[in-house]
Nanobody, 123 residues
Framework: QVQLVESGGGLVQAGGSLRLSCAAS????????MGWFRQAPGKEREFVAA????????LYGESVKGRFTISRDNSKNTVYLEMNSLKPEDTAVYYC????????????????WGQGTQVTVSS
């Protein structure tokens, strides 16, 4: 079992930056691919980014490429999402995700989810 707790959300003006964190507890963090998803009101859940167990591979959704960066610190059991040049359309609840397989996380069929953290970008 893996427990995921997100933090770092909040209100920011367009063009600003935020860094989300997701702290994991439970089984060996370094065994898991980690990812971020988001869901805006009335919209489907959207893949944001994923990072492999060692951090050597990353993948981003098209809407965030070049603006967001996913990273992880296995010594701290934490994954991060650095968000720059934020836009009002980035407003959503952001969820941390984890599973053993990279493709499973990218597909959003992973077993473990956090509770989410709200990000609101004002225009």
């Amino acid at each position: 079992q893996v427990q995921l707790v997100e933090s770092g959300g909040g209100l920011v003006q367009a063009g600003g930056s935020l860094r989300l964190s997701c702290a994991a507890s439970g089984r060996t963090f370094s065994a898991y691919t980690m990812g971020w998803f988001r869901q805006a009101p009335g919209k489907e859940r959207e893949f944001v980014a994923a990072i492999s167990r060692t951090g050597g591979s990353t993948l981003y959704g098209e809407s965030v490429k070049g603006r967001f960066t996913i990273s992880r610190d296995n010594s701290k059991n934490t994954v991060y999402l650095e968000m720059n040049s934020l836009k009002p359309e980035d407003t959503a609840v952001y969820y941390c995700a984890a599973d053993l397989l990279f493709n499973t996380v990218v597909a959003g069929t992973n077993r473990y989810w956090g509770q989410g953290t709200q990000v609101t970008v004002s225009s």
